[in-house]
């Protein structure tokens, strides 16, 4: 894909991801996708995982999540991007309860490209940083993407 293909499908990406349209996100991808959050050690592989995943793990814990996109990089079917992402600990993570705290932390977004869809996306962040602004246990939060893991 080139570079122009790859933004126009990122962006359409982003905007399923801020309407919560997880249809929309899952449009985006191919069908055997996967979902890497990195600083917990998840993957989550294939579309109903995927789903799961966006659901549990992102738009329940923090209804309000929101990255902002500050910077853009391309190469031979991959993009990275990177910026803050913001929200606000309102549901449950992982199992565990949420602390009310909003966050605004760094992150990055690495995403392969296949067959002129996403082929997933891998989201790197600082887990300690988020969890202390959120007031979240961060060790509770480490023992529960290692049970998922397990």
Not at 64 to 86: F, M, N, S
Request: one cysteine or more; proline letters at 5%; glycine letters at 10%.
């Amino acid at each position: 894909m080139d570079t122009t293909e790859m933004r126009r499908l990122f962006e359409t990406h982003r905007a399923a991801e801020a309407a919560r349209d997880i249809d929309g996100i899952l449009r985006t991808f191919v069908g055997d996708c996967f979902l890497e959050t990195k600083a917990l050690g998840l993957r989550s592989q294939g579309a109903d995982a995927v789903r799961a995943a966006y659901r549990q793990q992102y738009f329940t814990a923090f209804p309000d999540l929101a990255p902002q996109d500050e910077g853009i990089a391309y190469g031979d079917d991959v993009v990275a991007v990177w910026g803050t992402l913001r929200g606000t600990s309102r549901g449950d993570w992982l199992g565990i309860p949420p602390g009310g705290g909003s966050f605004e932390v760094p992150f990055a977004n690495v995403v392969p490209f296949r067959d002129g869809l996403m082929a997933g996306e891998s989201i790197y962040f600082d887990l300690a940083s988020l969890c202390a602004q959120a007031n979240i246990p961060l060790e509770r939060i480490r023992e529960a993407a290692a049970r998922r893991r397990a």
